[in-house]
C-alpha cells in the first residue's frame, strides 16, 4: 500500500509496491503554498522499467484470454474503489496540481465516469460481419489487443487522463506500464491504489515514476512496449512518436493547442464572455484546450472587451483548496517563469496589457506560485503570444472587421486542436463547423472540457491525428484481425 502517512509513493510493479532500485526519490511541494509537502516519489531507474515491462508481458496473455465482461468487473470495481475516495483523491490532485478543489473535484468524477463507460465496452461488439465472395465461407473482423501499452502523462489532468488511456487499453485486453509527470505522481498513485485495491491479476497495471527522459524514454524505446499514448508537449510528444516509429510501435501523441474563439458580430455577448473566461482561465489555462486568441468583429469589440475584463477583475485566485478562489496557482516553477515571459514578450512585441500581468507576491500568496489573470488587446496573430502555447492564463484579444477575417486568423497557426464560434447565425456558425481546422468544433460553447463518450483529438500539429476517448479508442489500443473460414 502506499504510505500515505509516510508521504511516500512507491512505484507499483508485478502486484506490488517498492522502492526505485537506487532508492533515489523527489519531494512534491505544493504549487500553492511551497511549505506543504504533497508526497514523495520514486526516481526510478532503466532496471525499474524493465521489470515493469517484463511483467507486463508476462500478465498480457491470461489478460487477452479473459472476456471483456470480466475485464469490464475489474473496472467497475476501480470505478467503485475511486468513488469511494472522491474526496481524499481530489483534495491530492489540488494540493499537488494546483487546480481548484471543484475542479479536482469535477475531474476526479469524470475518472469515474471514464472507468464506468470502458468496463460497459467490455459487452458491445468488436468486429463486423463482412459479404464473403465465396457463398460457402464466413469473413468477419475481430479485435487483438496490441499487448504491453507504455502510458506516458501530463500533469495537468493528473486524474482523467491517465484513465482515459489506461481504461480503454485495458478493456481491449492490453496491459499497461505507466509513467505519470512528476509533478503529478503522488495523485497517480493514488489512482493506481484504485486498480490495486481492486485486485486486477498482477503484472496488469504497473507504474513506474521518474524523469521524462529517461523513464518515459526507456518506455518508448523498449522493445517489448507494443504501443505508446502520450499527452504533454509538442516537443516530447514529436520526439517519442520518432522513437516509436523507428521501430515500429504504435503511436498516439496528444499535444499543444493554440485555440482561438471567434465572437461574431451578432453573438450573446455575456455567453461569449463567460465561456472565454471558463475555457481560458480555468485551471489556470493550462489545458491544450484552453481559449488562448478571441478574435471579436469590431462591431462588438468594446462591449466584449468591457464586460470581460470587468467579469476577470472580479475572478478571487488564491489556494485552489478554498471555496473563496475561483483559479489556482500555476502548476509548478518553470510554468510560472513561462507564463512570465510570455507576458513580458507580449508587450515587448507591442501588445496592450488591459488587466493582469504580474505574480502575486502579497502575503496569501508568497509561497505560492500564482499569476493575475491577464489579458492583452492590439495583439496581432503573428505575436507570439498568438502563435506559441503559454499554457497560463493569457488571453489575446484580436480586433477584425469581418467573419471571414476572423475564421482566416483562427486557422492561421500550426495548431488545430479545439476552436469555438459565438454567434445565432446558422450561416455563420456552418462556414465555422466546414472550414476551420480544428479537432473539437464548438458552437456557443467553450473550447475546454471534453464529453467521455465522444472522440477527441487534434488536427495539425496538434496530435498524431489519432482518435482517443468513446468508441474511437479501440481504434488505436487494437488491432483488426480479418477472418475468413471456409
Ligand atoms: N497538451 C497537454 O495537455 C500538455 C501540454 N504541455 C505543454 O508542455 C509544456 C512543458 O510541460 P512538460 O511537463 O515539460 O511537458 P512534457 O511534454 O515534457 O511532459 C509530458 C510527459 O512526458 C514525459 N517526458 C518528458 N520528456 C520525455 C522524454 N524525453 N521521453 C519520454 N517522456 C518524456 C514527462 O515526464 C511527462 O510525463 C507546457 O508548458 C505546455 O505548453 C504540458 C502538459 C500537458
Ligand atoms: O478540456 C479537457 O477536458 C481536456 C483537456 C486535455 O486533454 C488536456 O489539457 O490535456
Known sequence: MIKTEEKTCLNYVNGRWKSSSNGETKTNLNPADTNDVVGVVQKSTL??????????????????????????????????????????????????????LPEAKGETARGVAILRYYAGEGLREVGNVIPSTDNQALQYTNRTPLGVVGVITPWNFPVAIPIWKMAPALIYGNTVVIKPATEASVTCAKVIDCFAEAGLPEGV??????????IGQRIAEHPDVNGITFTGSNQTGRHLGQIALARGAKYQLEMGGKNPVIVADDADLDLAVQATISGGLSSTGQKCTATSRVIVQSAVYDAFKAKLINKIEELNVGNGLSSENWMGPC??????????????????????LLTGGNRLTDDEHKDGYFVEPTVFENVTNDMAISQEEIFGPVLGLIKVDTFEEAMKLANDTEFGLSAAVFTENIRKMLAFIDDIEAGLVRVNYETAGVELQAPFGGMKNSSSHSREQGRAAIEFFTSIKTVFIK
Open 47 to 100: 532496471e525499474d522499467v524493465d521489470e515493469a515491462v517484463a511483467a507486463a508481458k508476462e500478465a498480457k496473455t491470461a489478460w487477452r484470454k479473459l472476456s471483456g465482461d470480466a475485464r469490464g468487473k475489474y473496472l467497475y470495481k476501480v470505478a467503485n474503489i475511486l468513488e469511494s475516495r472522491l474526496d481524499e483523491v481530489a483534495e491530492t490532485l489540488t494540493r499537488e496540481m494546483g487546480k481548484t
Open 205 to 214: 497495471v504497473n507504474m513506474v515514476s521518474g524523469k521524462g527522459s529517461v
Open 331 to 352: 502548476a509548478n516553477e518553470s510554468q510560472l517563469e513561462k507564463v512570465l515571459y510570455y507576458i513580458e514578450k507580449g508587450k515587448e512585441e507591442g501588445a496592450t
